[in-house]
């Protein structure tokens, strides 16, 4: 598996932003009550992501380490705004129905992990198959989502009706049906990791700092994804 290959791979499966790392969750729970909502979000994160982890990539020797997280900031806003502006003029629709998540990809935590975990330390290539591969990972995780909520909560599936109206569970498509359908999901994954030889990742804290190796910094590099 070429080093490319490599990064698509663990966006996409091995730390899955949604299912995997957790990250991401303001919009995860927010814009996923339907199938193209999720989808929309995904791919417009996707977008940013790639575009950004490429740019900072680009840049990274000239960055100062001092201002890097502005520097990060800034980036990733131009290119929240630039595609916030093609929603406006192309999908109005989809732009009404994200509403403010959309800007606040500027501060989503995959992108700037992205940014600080990957790209500001490797070459432009695979930072930007990075920010692909995480980016499609986490379009995955919001189109599961919002179909099943969508599909349990609606009966619907792209605004067609699939279960009679008398048969949805409406709560699944409020706030808390996210968490519901979330949960499900990610225990679900966790088995057939389990079943396949796997122990779910690890993103909390053991509290036992006397006997724990890594520092907080190597924590959250991990938890950002890092390089393994």
């Known amino acids: 598996m070429n080093r490319c290959t490599e990064r698509l791979y663990n966006g996409i499966v091995k730390e899955n932003p949604t299912f995997v790392m957790m990250l991401g969750m ?57 595609v916030q502006f093609l929603l406006q003029a192309y999908l109005t629709s989809l732009n009404s129905s994200l509403g403010i998540y959309i800007p606040l990809i500027v501060v989503n935590c995959i992108i700037l992990g992205r940014a600080e975990a990957y790209a500001s330390k490797n070459p432009v290539i695979p930072s930007l198959f990075d920010g692909i591969g995480m980016g499609l990972g986490f379009t995955i995780g919001l189109s599961f989502l919002g179909f099943f909520r969508e599909l349990i909560g609606n009966g619907t599936v792209l605004s067609v009706r699939i279960i009679p109206e008398d048969y949805c569970i409406s709560i699944i498509s409020l706030a808390p049906g996210a968490f519901f359908v979330l949960a499900v999901l990610v225990a679900v994954i966790n088995k057939i990791r389990i079943e396949n030889g796997k122990k779910p990742k690890e993103i909390g804290c053991s509290a036992d700092c006397a006997n724990c190796d890594k520092s907080c910094t190597d924590r959250t590099s991990e938890i950002a994804g890092g390089e393994n």
Request: proline letters at 5%; hydrophobic letters at 55%; glycine letters at 6%.
């Open 26 to 82: 303001c919009p995860t729970l927010a814009v996923t009550s339907s199938l193209m909502n999720g989808f929309g979000m995904g791919l417009t994160t996707t977008v940013v992501l790639a575009a950004s982890n490429l740019m900072i990539s680009m840049l990274r020797k000239l960055i100062p380490d001092k201002v890097r997280m502005p520097a990060f900031i800034v980036i990733v806003a131009s290119f929240v705004t630039i």
